[in-house]
């Protein structure tokens, strides 16, 4: 999708920018806060699989760095000013990540232009010791190489973010499973989504970790849309290579947070908007699942190929609405939220509590 697209595609709401350097700094405090209490909530989800715990927490903890960088470049960057998106999600706006990645590329350029960080400390040391003042000017210099120094660290949250492959047994055949993550910001939503995908991998002539791990890559990212249903996604990957077997595919769609930040229409923003303070939020974040149940043999080259090969059969709950919608397995929700929040849906909107997975986490 070109910029020019995803500017038309994105509301008054989705790009609303804040007047004064303190609107900012509130508005990081209070996503950086929301974001560590879901990380400690982690903590309580024993019956999870704890590699999948470690995998979601290590990607919240970046898109919780990506929040730092953005906060670092907008106080020196005093020109500009950050995108939020008040409509779907609360957090950034697409775009300002969009303008990290841009901004990373030239990161090495950038520094090398710039004087020591040594030197410049002892120049605002000196200048504050002779005029008794705050050399901003210098300040917004040391502001720019802290920046660019946390763009060159790949601990942070971009466009598209490779995970991790863990090697977790080999099936009956002896063939090799694996577990590999990633994930994405999203342009529609402005939302972080995290993936989880369990294969098995049936060729025993390539090292998976080693000389393959670049073209699985490829494979993964060129079949990543957070938009597109996860039956869809799933089956892409199965058909991309045929050593590739997703068996389990998981996507964790992280937001949006209802809170005093939220402006559209919805019944949660009008109620904290109206009822609560501005302490107050509910945030929600969803899995997806879709689970391969057994294989079936296709042609493979077209219509006149007289090749076979092994396609997985993704299993959707037809029974249940929500999964009959997103075309997956299995759908989950979740909410960590104020207690005064929580207590009001409880009482008063049931519906938003009767829908989750387990029990609201309040605190």
């Known amino acids: 999708m070109k910029t020019i697209d995803i500017i038309e595609n994105f509301g008054e709401l989705d790009s609303v920018r804040f007047d ?18 879901l990380i400690e909530s982690l903590k309580s989800r024993s019956a999870d699989n704890p590699i999948e715990i470690a995998i979601l927490k290590d990607f919240l903890q970046k898109y919780l760095n990506t929040v730092e960088i953005l906060r670092l470049k907008y106080l020196f960057d005093s020109d500009n000013k950050m995108a939020i998106d008040l409509t779907d999600s609360s957090f950034p706006n697409y775009l300002e990540l969009r303008k990290l990645d841009s901004e990373k590329e030239k990161a090495t350029s950038v520094l090398s232009k710039l004087p020591s960080k040594d030197s410049l400390k002892q120049e605002v040391l000196d200048y504050m010791f002779e005029r008794k003042a705050q050399p901003l000017h210098l300040l917004k210099k040391l502001g720019k190489i802290t920046y660019n120094e946390a763009l060159q660290n790949d601990h ?10 863990h090697e977790i047994g080999k099936n009956k055949q002896g063939q090799k499973k694996y577990i590999y993550n990633w994930s994405s910001y999203d342009s529609m939503t402005n939302r972080p989504f995290v993936y989880i995908l ?70 949660i923003s009008e109620i904290v908007q109206e009822r609560f303070s501005e302490d107050d939020y509910a945030f929600f974040y969803t899995t997806e699942i879709v689970n391969s149940v057994g294989e079936k043999e296709q042609k493979a080259g077209g219509m006149f190929s007289s090749t076979k090969q092994l396609r997985q059969i993704f299993f959707v709950d037809e029974r249940n609405i929500d999964s009959l919608e997103r075309h997956v ?22 519906q938003y509590i009767s829908k989750l997975k387990i029990p609201p986490i309040v605190f």
Not at 24 to 34: A, P, Q, R, T, V
Not at 156 to 165: A, E, K, R, V
Not at 335 to 343: E, F, N, R, S
């Open 20 to 37: 004064t350097t303190d609107e900012y700094i509130k508005y990081f405090d209070f996503i950086k806060n929301s974001f560590n209490r």
């Open 156 to 165: 942070y949250m971009g466009l598209y973010n490779p995970g991790s492959l």
């Open 329 to 350: 397995s299995e759908v989950n929700h979740y909410l960590i939220g104020t207690h005064k929040l929580v207590q009001y849906l409880s009482a008063n909107k049931p």
């Open 198 to 267: 369990a294969f098995e991998f049936t060729n025993n002539t390539i090292n998976l970790q080693k000389e393959g791990l670049p073209a699985f890559e490829d494979i993964i990212k060129k079949h990543s849309h957070n938009s597109t249903p996860l039956k869809v996604m799933a089956t892409e990957i199965d058909n991309a290579a045929e050593s590739i077997k997703p068996k389990i595919l998981k996507r964790i769609d992280i937001g949006p947070i209802y809170c005093k930040y939220s402006k559209e229409n919805h019944e």
